[in-house]
């Protein structure tokens, strides 16, 4: 019995003495969050995760955070968060909207989180970040005035606990002659708005049958020049890259399709749209088009995903003129898996552009490449796009993997296309941009692609 006692104690004792010099040890490698956590929440967490927006919790004090440190370690090592879904392994790397962490980032997260999340010291916490308010733009600082035109979508009232709803109104756009625009922002019209509105499209219904005769936009576009401009939070706005602009004609309209989920409360919002004009006088050289390029080759009926299977569908669209891949945005619903967007180029030579591998029905992400990496492609290029629709039960989303599906409009019927903005431009044009990135390019040392 005293043995025991004494072994014990003494045990305790050894073990008491060896803890010091590896707490040290602990501690000195272990990120705490006032000093290295609570930069990384700031910048890429908190434009969701605070009052009064879309996230269910705020991250912006550690009372706030403690208790989620485990679900947090575990969406961060996913990479669920913050909901960035491009491969990394695959295709151009670079974007100007990029919200992902970068590895480094990730790994100080899960550190912190897998060894107690301690807090540090206090005297470590970064000061408050001032997120600006609902009522002022983004961009009038930097065009020096609010927007040229302000377009409202007619009010909606969500009401607190209702089911998610698509709202589809139809805007007048108040012009007289054709403009060029420079820039463009989107937003719900209050901070409560914000809570309501996951994300917003409007498309631009003109007259553009010239357009589509000269190959400037993809023939699939049924209802006009398509989409002029999407929003979901995070989004700061559009500007246009330089000498660049979208052309708003005469008896333009806006179609919204706003997608609106509960808030908790009855609350009452707008969308607005915000369009920055170049002046007068000053018109770009190249004018981008946002175009809908199927990915369903024979048309939408062609779309067929048996029960219980992984389909692939795929459909190819040739450029008949030189131009510069802006962006691009996948579009499915429950069943989409994953979505690539690849250029064929004239001499057989295959590149992935983009490759969405874990898209979620949840956040219509729309990625823009950064300004060096915009993939410029030559006239007769073919892009092939590939979607992969998963109807299996390990589908979390799926409503009913026994269920043959089809193309339509309700969620649980499907979709497979990808908006792409493509500036347009001559092969003279074309071959003086190529020329100048590469010297841009060969200057920086950045360069991985
Ligand atoms: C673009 C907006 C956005 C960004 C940026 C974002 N989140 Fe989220 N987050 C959400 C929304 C909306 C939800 C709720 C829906 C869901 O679970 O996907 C969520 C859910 C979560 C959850 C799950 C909460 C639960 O109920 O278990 C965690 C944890 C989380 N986010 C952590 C983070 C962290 C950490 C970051 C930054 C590194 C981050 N998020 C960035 C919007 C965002």
Known sequence: MTHRIVGRLLMGALGFMALPATLSAQTAAVPTFTKDVAPIFQNKCESCHRPDSIAPMSLQTYREVRPWARSIRDRVASRNMPPWHVDPAVGIQHYQNDRSLSQKELDTIVRWASNGAPQGDPKDMPPAVKWT?????????????????????????????????????????????????????????????????????????????????????????????????????????????PNTGKLLMPGARFRWDIHYSDGGEDIEDV?????????????????????????????????????????????????????????????????????MVEAILPNGQMQVLGHVNRFEFNWMNNYVFADDYAPLLPKGTILRITSWHDNTAANKNNPDPNQWVGWGDRTVDEMAHIWINITYMGDEDFDREVEARKQKLAATTDRQQ
Request: glycine share 10%.
């Open 133 to 241: 308010e609902a009522n002022g733009w983004n961009y009038e600082k930097k065009f020096g005035g609010p927007p040229d035109i302000i377009v409202r979508s007619p009010k909606y009232r969500q009401k607190g606990g209702a089911m998610d709803a698509w709202y589809k109104p139809i805007s007048e756009v108040p012009l007289t002659e054709a403009r060029w625009v420079r820039a463009i922002e989107m937003r719900p019209g209050t901070i409560k708005g914000r809570k309501i509105t996951h994300h917003a499209l409007a498309y631009l219904m003109q007259d553009e049958r010239e357009a589509i005769k000269q190959g400037l936009i993809s023939a699939d576009n049924d209802s006009g020049a398509g989409l002029f401009m999407e929003w979901a939070v995070n989004k700061e706005g559009e500007i246009m890259r």
């Open 271 to 339: 969308v607005e749209m915000g369009i920055y004009l170049y002046p007068k006088g000053q018109e770009p050289k190249y004018r981008t088009m946002l175009s809908l390029y199927s990915g369903i080759q024979g048309g939408n009926r062609a779309l067929d995903i048996a029960p219980n299977t992984v389909s692939v569908t795929q459909n190819f669209h040739v450029m008949r003129r030189a131009g510069r891949v802006e962006n691009f945005q996948p579009h499915m619903h429950l069943r989409g898996k994953a979505q």
